[in-house]
């Protein structure tokens, strides 16, 4: 019934993806990372779902990790941006949320608090990303504050890589050195592992890692890789064709009648567009999979509908099932077409998308 534009989500494809990045390390713990609504597949439920299996979640902000806990998540979770505002320590600490601390004020505040229970603080060092986190030489005295801080209990040592995806880089061996040499003597556990570097660099495993892309079956690398290679697509973005056209030689197809046919075409009309968050920058030859079929977009994509090449084709009409990106075709793919990246196309699939879970 209705339009059957929608998101399916294959929640063990996550778990099993995160059951991956544990077992590249040898030990490591693993924060399982939910910001941004899961990447656009629901946070509330990957969250229930890994929840027996995971130790801790990692959102960006208190509005995130609330709507998590007062849907049931019970494990602790953990705010990788930290906190803004005072305010929020004292529902950090009723609620068990973990926060990163990176800057000094954050210090100031938390030994101002009066809490009901210490909390848990990731104490984040700008290694060489410059985003967040405090400068090298800052980092050993906010440790030492913290550590006499009766608001604090576990200290986790922490740091971002900018270039972990980007294997021959000098960045992350720069990085690694300057945070081994900042930390050196305090005993207390690292994470610096996002998903590139759980993938491919074993040496930073440390901990924690703290994994988010990679559980969805995305690689954040441009290139083939190893372990990449092996994760599981999570979503698999549906729709189906709901016209189909006859064109000739010279007719266009779409706004700014910018697709001319070169020959006779049939054309497809996809119940998809960028108001769902399938990019607008899916050019002409961005594929997709009609009935087992790979074929492209032609023309411009619309807010609501896109058009594809169905020439050629075997028994497609409308009512055929097209697959975006998912089981079939890799969102790498695609979001190479688009000059973007599996993050952006994941964390743009609309409201409008209902996400079904098998
Ligand atoms: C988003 C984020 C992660 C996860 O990054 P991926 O590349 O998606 O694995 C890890 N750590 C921090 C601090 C983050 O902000």
Same mark, same amino acid.
């Given at each position: 019934?209705?339009?059957?534009?929608?998101?399916?989500?294959?929640?063990?494809?996550?778990?099993?993806?995160?059951?991956? $990045?544990?077992?590249?390390?040898?030990?490591?713990?693993?924060?399982?990372?939910?910001? $941004?609504?899961?990447?656009?597949?629901?946070?509330?439920?990957?969250?229930?779902?890994?929840?027996?299996?995971?130790?801790?979640?990692?959102?960006?902000?208190?509005?995130?990790?609330?709507?998590?806990?007062?849907?049931?998540?019970?494990?602790?979770?953990?705010?990788?941006?930290?906190?803004?505002?005072?305010?929020?320590?004292?529902?950090?600490?009723?609620?068990?949320?973990?926060? !990163?601390?990176?800057?000094?004020?954050?210090?100031?505040?938390?030994?101002?608090?009066?809490?009901?229970?210490?909390?848990?603080?990731?104490?984040?060092?700008?290694? /060489?990303?410059?985003?967040?986190?405090?400068?090298?030489?800052?980092?050993?005295?906010?440790?030492?504050?913290?550590?006499?801080?009766?608001?604090?209990?576990?200290?986790?040592?922490?740091?971002?890589?900018?270039?972990?995806?980007?294997?021959?880089?000098?960045?992350?061996?720069?990085?690694? !050195?300057?945070?081994?040499?900042?930390?050196?003597?305090?005993?207390?556990?690292?994470?610096?592992?996002?998903?590139?570097?759980?993938?491919?660099?074993?040496?930073?495993?440390?901990?924690?890692?703290?994994?988010?892309?990679?559980?969805?079956?995305?690689?954040?690398?441009?290139?083939?890789?190893?372990?990449?290679?092996?994760?599981? %697509?999570?979503?698999?973005?549906?729709?189906?064709?709901? !016209?189909?056209?006859?064109?000739?030689?010279?007719? $266009?197809?779409?706004? %700014?009648?910018?697709?001319?046919?070169?020959?006779?075409?049939?054309?497809?009309?996809?119940?998809?567009?960028? /108001?769902?968050?399938?990019?607008?920058?899916?050019?002409?030859?961005?594929?997709?999979?009609?009935?087992?079929?790979?074929?492209?977009?032609?023309?411009?994509?619309?807010?609501?509908?896109?058009?594809?090449?169905?020439?050629?084709?075997?028994?497609?009409?409308?009512?055929?099932?097209?697959?975006?990106?998912?089981?079939?075709?890799?969102?790498?793919?695609?979001?190479?077409?688009?000059?973007?990246?599996?993050?952006?196309?994941?964390?743009?699939?609309?409201?409008?998308?209902?996400?079904?879970?098998?």
């Amino acid at each position: 019934m209705g339009r059957a534009t929608r998101a399916i989500i294959d929640l063990s494809a996550i778990c099993q993806n995160y059951r991956l $990045a544990k077992s590249l390390t040898a030990g490591a713990d693993a924060v399982a990372v939910i910001k $941004a609504d899961a990447y656009g597949h629901g946070a509330v439920r990957v969250a229930l779902s890994m929840e027996p299996e995971v130790p801790a979640f990692g959102v960006a902000c208190i509005e995130e990790a609330i709507e998590i806990r007062d849907a049931g998540v019970q494990k602790p979770i953990l705010l990788l941006e930290g906190f803004f505002t005072a305010d929020e320590l004292a529902t950090i600490a009723e609620k068990n949320f973990w926060t !990163a601390i990176h800057r000094v004020e954050q210090i100031a505040m938390l030994e101002e608090a009066q809490l009901v229970t210490p909390v848990n603080v990731w104490l984040k060092l700008d290694s /060489g990303m410059h985003r967040l986190g405090l400068d090298a030489p800052d980092y050993r005295q906010a440790y030492e504050r913290l550590q006499a801080c009766k608001n604090v209990s576990d200290i986790v040592l922490m740091s971002h890589l900018a270039c972990a995806d980007e294997l021959d880089k000098p960045h992350t061996v720069q990085q690694a !050195a300057l945070f081994d040499q900042t930390v050196e003597g305090i005993s207390a556990p690292h994470s610096i592992a996002n998903s590139p570097a759980t993938l491919a660099w074993p040496d930073l495993h440390r901990d924690w890692i703290r994994p988010g892309l990679m559980l969805y079956g995305a690689s954040p690398f441009e290139e083939p890789q190893l372990n990449a290679d092996k994760l599981l %697509a999570a979503m698999t973005l549906e729709s189906e064709v709901i !016209a189909v056209h006859d064109l000739k030689a010279g007719e $266009a197809v779409g706004y %700014a009648a910018s697709y001319v046919c070169e020959e006779n075409t049939r054309v497809g009309t996809v119940a998809i567009g960028y /108001g769902d968050g399938y990019s607008r920058h899916a050019g002409t030859g961005t594929p997709v999979i009609v009935n087992g079929q790979r074929t492209k977009i032609i023309g411009r994509v619309s807010m609501d509908m896109c058009a594809i090449d169905l020439t050629g084709l075997e028994n497609v009409d409308v009512g055929s099932k097209v697959e975006l990106w998912g089981a079939q075709l890799s969102v790498n793919e695609v979001a190479r077409h688009c000059g973007t990246i599996p993050y952006t196309l994941f964390t743009g699939i609309t409201r409008r998308v209902p996400r079904h879970y098998i």
